[in-house]
């Protein structure tokens, strides 16, 4: 079959390697000029998601790119001595396989896994879909026989599909900011932040682009609009000026930064991610929330899933409802660990801070055996690791 995906992030290019791997021609159409770099936060990788990197040949690459960090140190403002965290030995302990890597790291090793074998267009975007004709915005009409939106939360291909996306999307509280900081001097291998009730500000040291990070709560949405970055800016100068610490060192880098991102912690819920000839893959139609929900490791299996369920069922119907039926309870699961994970991660009151600091401490004092033992009944953990991954022909 004709087929086109709309993204080239995660779900894309993992979803067009396994589809042009059985047989299909697979097109990629993605609105940037070029592969995102050094834009991206860091993502885990779970036991799921790392076998399927295993099965691409790709699990190496992965792990010789992951972002190495070991410590996490946090400090309340007025905070003499921070909370920290070895949190490369805890994850062993508690995760076993497992990988932390920036995102559009991940994204690079997905898309030269199968670049020889996908036609991908660049600098495009989809402007219609009638049946099997497909419209764009740049080059000529063409007819493909299925169209698979993997275009993110903002899904285009959601959105002309299913309608607008304020159908389906649930704001859950929170808001996230990266930034890249290109000159920025620390200790690689470090997350050194400063944590206050509703805000969270820290500092990724990674081996090539530092990344800064905020991550706040607020009591209702905010006015502003996706794409508008000065007007992001400004709301977390407003959010995070009297913070210090690290919020204060990003403040200073925002109006300079080469790439920055900005976005709501929002969850996507819909009864359905298929309709005639499109289904979505990931955060298009999925996602459980940006930095809490686990969503790429989701993105991850459900691309996975659906071109494995397209060669179990040649007829794209049966395909589609049996990819939703193997995915909806990891998704359902995934929502609603997300919910709680953003309230843990910025605590919304001085006791829930004050715990947080706490548990930080006295995790890092206990042994192996007891970690597993608090670990093993984590909802978190148990989402993305308890998933089985099916076995498909070819």
Same mark, same amino acid.
């Given at each position: 079959?004709?087929?086109?995906?709309?993204?080239?992030?995660?779900?894309?290019?993992?979803?067009?390697?396994?589809?042009?791997?059985?047989?299909?021609?697979?097109?990629?159409?993605?609105?940037?000029? *070029?592969?995102?770099?050094?834009?991206?936060?860091?993502?885990?990788?779970?036991?799921?998601?790392? &076998?399927?990197?295993?099965?691409?040949?790709?699990?190496?690459?992965?792990?010789?790119?992951?972002?190495?960090? &070991? @410590?996490?140190?946090?400090? =309340?403002?007025?905070? !003499?001595?921070?909370?920290?965290?070895?949190?490369?030995?805890?994850? !062993?302990?508690?995760?076993?396989? #497992?990988?932390?890597?920036?995102?559009?790291?991940?994204?690079?090793?997905?898309?030269?896994?199968?670049?020889?074998?996908?036609?991908?267009?660049?600098?495009?975007?989809?402007?219609?879909?009638?049946?099997? @004709?497909?419209?764009?915005?740049?080059?000529?009409?063409?007819?493909?026989?299925?169209?698979?939106?993997?275009?993110?939360?903002?899904?285009?291909?959601?959105?002309?599909?299913?309608?607008?996306?304020?159908?389906?999307?649930?704001?859950?509280?929170?808001?996230? !900011?990266?930034?890249?900081?290109?000159?920025?001097?620390?200790?690689?291998?470090?997350?050194?932040?400063?944590?206050?009730?509703?805000?969270?500000?820290?500092?990724? #040291?990674?081996?090539?682009?530092?990344?800064?990070?905020?991550?706040?709560?607020?009591?209702?949405?905010?006015?502003?609009?996706?794409?508008?970055?000065? =007007?992001?800016?400004?709301?977390?100068? &407003?959010?995070?000026?009297?913070?210090?610490? &690290? !919020?204060?060192?990003?403040?200073?880098? @925002?109006?300079?930064?080469? *790439?920055?991102?900005?976005?709501?912690?929002?969850?996507?819920?819909?009864?359905?991610? +298929?309709?005639?000839?499109?289904?979505?893959?990931?955060?298009?139609?999925?996602?459980?929330?940006?930095?809490?929900?686990?969503?790429?490791?989701?993105?991850?299996?459900?691309?996975?899933?659906?071109?494995?369920?397209?060669?179990?069922?040649?007829?794209?119907?049966?395909?589609?409802?049996?990819?939703?039926?193997?995915?909806?309870?990891?998704?359902? =699961?995934?929502?609603?660990?997300?919910?709680?994970?953003?309230?843990?991660?910025?605590?919304?009151?001085?006791?829930?801070?004050?715990?947080?600091?706490?548990?930080?401490?006295?995790?890092?004092?206990?042994?192996?055996?007891?970690?597993?033992?608090?670990?093993? +009944?984590?909802?978190?953990?148990?989402?993305?690791?308890?998933?089985?991954?099916?076995?498909?022909?070819?």
């Amino acid at each position: 079959m004709r087929i086109l995906i709309s993204g080239a992030s995660v779900a894309g290019p993992l979803a067009a390697y396994w589809l042009a791997r059985r047989g299909h021609a697979v097109t990629v159409v993605e609105k940037h000029p *070029a592969l995102r770099k050094a834009g991206g936060h860091a993502v885990d990788l779970f036991r799921p998601a790392l &076998e399927i990197a295993r099965r691409m040949g790709v699990h190496d690459q992965i792990r010789d790119r992951r972002t190495g960090v &070991e @410590l996490l140190s946090f400090r =309340r403002p007025g905070d !003499a001595r921070p909370a920290e965290i070895r949190i490369g030995a805890l994850m !062993a302990k508690s995760a076993g396989d #497992h990988v932390e890597i920036m995102r559009d790291d991940l994204s690079e090793i997905l898309y030269e896994a199968g670049r020889d074998h996908v036609e991908y267009l660049f600098g495009d975007s989809i402007v219609s879909v009638d049946d099997r @004709l497909v419209t764009f915005e740049q080059g000529p009409p063409r007819e493909f026989d299925l169209v698979i939106g993997a275009d993110g939360l903002h899904s285009n291909v959601r959105r002309l599909t299913f309608g607008p996306e304020s159908a389906y999307s649930a704001w859950i509280g929170a808001y996230l !900011a990266v930034l890249t900081l290109t000159d920025h001097h620390g200790t690689p291998g470090r997350v050194d932040g400063i944590v206050a009730v509703n805000r969270m500000a820290a500092i990724y #040291h990674h081996h090539e682009n530092v990344r800064g990070l905020f991550m706040f709560r607020t009591s209702a949405p905010l006015d502003y609009h996706h794409r508008d970055a000065a =007007r992001q800016k400004t709301l977390l100068k &407003e959010h995070f000026a009297d913070l210090g610490g &690290e !919020a204060a060192q990003l403040l200073d880098r @925002l109006d300079d930064t080469p *790439a920055f991102y900005f976005d709501s912690v929002t969850q996507l819920r819909m009864d359905t991610w +298929s309709k005639g000839r499109v289904t979505l893959v990931g955060d298009a139609g999925y996602c459980p929330g940006p930095a809490v929900g686990g969503s790429t490791s989701l993105a991850m299996v459900g691309a996975y899933v659906m071109a494995g369920e397209l060669a179990r069922f040649p007829d794209h119907n049966h395909a589609f409802a049996s990819y939703e039926h193997e995915l909806a309870g990891y998704v359902r =699961r995934s929502r609603a660990f997300a919910i709680g994970a953003a309230k843990r991660l910025v605590p919304g009151t001085d006791r829930a801070l004050r715990n947080l600091v706490y548990g930080m401490r006295v995790l890092n004092r206990l042994p192996a055996p007891a970690v597993r033992l608090l670990t093993a +009944s984590s909802v978190g953990l148990r989402v993305h690791t308890s998933f089985r991954l099916p076995d498909y022909p070819g």
